[in-house]
Structures are given as C-alpha cells and as structure tokens.
C-alpha cells in the first residue's frame, strides 16, 4: 500500500506540473496575442514613459555593420555634475561612468554596413548603400521583423544619393513614408529631386516639384504634425527650415524666429531642428559661445518662436562649443540630452541648470540615436506586403537578422 500511494503522490505532482507548464504555456500564448494587437500597440505608444529612452550606437567597420541598443532612464543617479555656479570648477566630462560597450547591450542588430535614418513610433528606417544595389529596410528590433523596400531603380547610377533621408507617419493617411534625396545629374550638386515609398506600396514615386537640398547632418528628432522637417544649405533666413508634409507630399519652408536675419544668420555656427513639448524646435551655436533652444509654439506662426533656454559657455568652465553639437533627444521635462566631445552621454537641466553625465559612450564615433520601443508589427502597416515580412531570432543580447542582409 505504501508504494501504491508514493505512486499516486508522484502521478499527482506529475500532472501538477503538467498543469502548471499548460497553463504558463497559455498565459503566454496569450500574452503574445495581446502584444500583436494593434489596438495595444496604440495605447503603449500613447502611454509609454516620457522619460526614458533607448539609445542606438552604430558601429560601421569595413562590410560589417551592428547597431546596439541600450536603456537610460533620465532619473538615474550620476557620477558627475557641474552648474553654473561653479564658475571655478572645470566641467570634467567622462571620468567613472558606466561604459556602453558590445558586452551591456540589450540588443544586438548584426547586418552588413548600415546607416539610421531615423526612428518613429519604435520602427527603424535602415539603408543599405554598401551593397551594388542599395536598398532601404524597416525593422522592428524587439519583434524581431524586417521589411525590405522596393529597389529604387534597376540602375542605381543613373542618380547619385544625396547623403539624406527622411522616415515618418501620417497620421490621418495611417501610412509610413521613406523620401529619398538624389542628385539627378551626380556632377552637379547644386540640382537635387527626391521619390517617396509608402509602405505596403510596391514602388517610388518621383516627386516633379524641385526639393529644397539638405545639410549633410541628420536631424535629431524630425517629425512633427505629419512632416518631416530639416536645415537647408539655403543662404536665405527664410529657407533656413524645410518640412515635407507626409499626406500631401509637398515641399515648404517654416519660418524661423524673427531676429534671424542675414547677418545674424551668418553668427550662427551649427544649427539643428528637434521637437519639444510637441512643438518645432531649433537648437545652435550663436558665435561659438552661447547655445539656445527655441519654441515654435504655434506650428507655422513666426510670431510664436520663444526663447526655451541658452546656455552661455562662459558660465560653465571647461564646456567647449564641441560639446553641444551633437544633441540626442529633447525630453517633455525639457531637458537635453547630447554627447560631449569627450564621448559621454551628459543631460542638461534648464531648469536646475545643470549638467549631468549619464553614460561613457567612448569608442562610439558615429552617430547615436534615441528610440522608443513599440510593439507595432510591419505585418499590420505592410498591407499587400504583409508576407514579405521576415522574422529573426531575439535574444537576450543578439539579434539575428536574415541570412541574406549578411551578404
């Protein structure tokens, strides 16, 4: 009799455990079903916190190309700090912090060289120029997809790329649009035209009206109320800001704040456009000595351009005009976040009017990029070419992609 109950006993754990894998089995099944909703995908990007973001650092050597992902939360403690009351004190960047290295990613993206384009809505925009026929792709790292686009041409020098590309969401289309800048002529600079893909759609288009050339820099946070905005190499104040409107397609300039006349212009040594608070931003160098932020709090009024904060270099010893030219993100609380000159993630607080460091990012020379993570699958927004969408292996450190973007 004892044996025949130690029997039952372990029968009844057996199916115990049985039961409980079935279970967990189903909550997670479940719980995937849920992640694919796009009615989720929604409300997580509506409510996903506004003060943490996940930095991308591109690592480019010879054909290879990796893209790595780490999380930073603007809360996080920190190791260094200098205001502008320490008039005396040197602001010493990059001493004891933490380093972003290969081995604390969170993710891994392995492919043949790369370059960012941009991130909306947690999709990356990827292009692929190494290859004989560049390609652009779109990828999902945390669902582990990929969307390869259209070929742009079959002979691809005929038009020589323009070192530029924009990647945004229409929100009342509900479509995700690629423009592609190209000189028509690649002797001639000074002619540049651009073709626009919709994803889902099996082609480019051509634009006929002549778009407005871009500088050779990427714009940090782009895309704002349907459009995709950047610096012009325009000599006129009044072409200094290009948007391209994602539903209509069609090319204008914003006007910029109202002292930005020519000779003022002519001060101004670096300049981007972001986005803060939900409103248009510029942030540049005023003659290599002052920093400042502007607002345009009603989008296309110049009347509403205010001023968000300045940070004047004297007050801050030690803080070089290169340690400000490489701005990452605006955060809702105000606050920017860009990499010093000695390669160190360091957060300015208007407010408090501080600065403080975050990260070493040391050996990371290219560029580094802010994304949101996001669960919104390419196989919802791909439409027909929903079966294109390839899946990869994610692990807890390695993301796998197709075989063939290795080639």
């Not at 502007?294 to 070089?320: N, P």
């Not at 609380?333 to 407010?351: A, C, M, T």
Request: net charge positive.
């Amino acid at each position: 009799m004892p044996r025949i109950s130690n029997c039952i006993v372990l029968v009844d754990e057996q199916q115990s455990r049985m039961v409980s894998k079935r279970r967990r089995r189903e909550d997670i099944k479940m719980l995937l079903e849920v992640l694919k909703d796009p009615y989720f995908s929604k409300i997580h990007l509506a409510v996903a916190p506004t003060l943490t973001s996940n930095l991308i650092l591109e690592d480019n050597i010879g054909k290879s190309g990796s893209l790595y992902f780490f999380p930073c939360d603007l809360r996080e403690s920190t190791l260094s700090s200098c205001n502008s009351d320490d008039q005396n004190a040197r602001c010493s960047f990059s001493r004891g912090l933490p380093v972003l290295n290969k081995g604390n990613a969170e993710i891994c993206f392995r492919t043949q060289r790369v370059t960012l384009i941009g991130s909306c809505n947690g999709l990356l925009c990827l292009y692929y120029g190494s290859s004989s026929h560049p390609f652009y792709g779109i990828c999902n790292p945390i669902l582990g997809e990929f969307l390869e686009l259209p070929r742009l041409s079959a002979s691809p020098s005929a038009s020589a790329y323009a070192n530029h590309s924009g990647f945004g969401y229409c929100p009342r289309m509900n479509k995700y649009k690629v423009i592609r800048f190209m000189y028509p002529n690649p002797t001639d600079t000074t002619k540049i035209v651009a073709a626009v893909h919709t994803l889902g759609s099996d082609s480019w288009r051509s634009l006929t009206e002549s778009a407005p050339s871009p500088r050779q820099q990427k714009s940090f946070d782009p895309f704002l109320n349907g459009a995709l905005h950047w610096i012009s190499i325009s000599s006129k104040p009044c072409e200094l800001i290009c948007s391209f409107n994602l539903e209509r397609e069609g090319f204008r300039f914003v006007p910029p704040p109202s002292h930005f006349d020519a000779p003022y212009v002519k001060k101004v040594s670096w300049i981007n456009v972001g986005v803060l608070k939900g409103c248009l931003c510029i942030c540049f160098m005023y003659e290599d000595i002052e920093f400042e932020v502007w607002a345009m709090r009603e989008y296309g009024v110049q009347e509403s351009w205010t001023k968000e904060f300045r940070i004047d270099m004297k007050f801050y010893c030690g803080l070089q005009f290169e340690d400000l030219y490489r701005p990452v993100k605006l955060f809702s609380n105000g606050e920017l976040w860009f990499i010093s000159s000695l390669d160190s993630l360091v957060s300015f607080s208007p407010r408090k009017r501080t600065f403080r460091e975050l990260r070493s990012v040391a050996r990371w020379k290219s560029d580094v990029t802010a994304h949101d993570l996001s669960f919104l699958s390419l196989k919802v927004i791909a439409g027909a070419r929903s079966s294109k969408v390839l899946k990869y292996r994610v692990g807890n450190s390695n993301l796998s992609p197709p075989h063939y973007m290795l080639l």
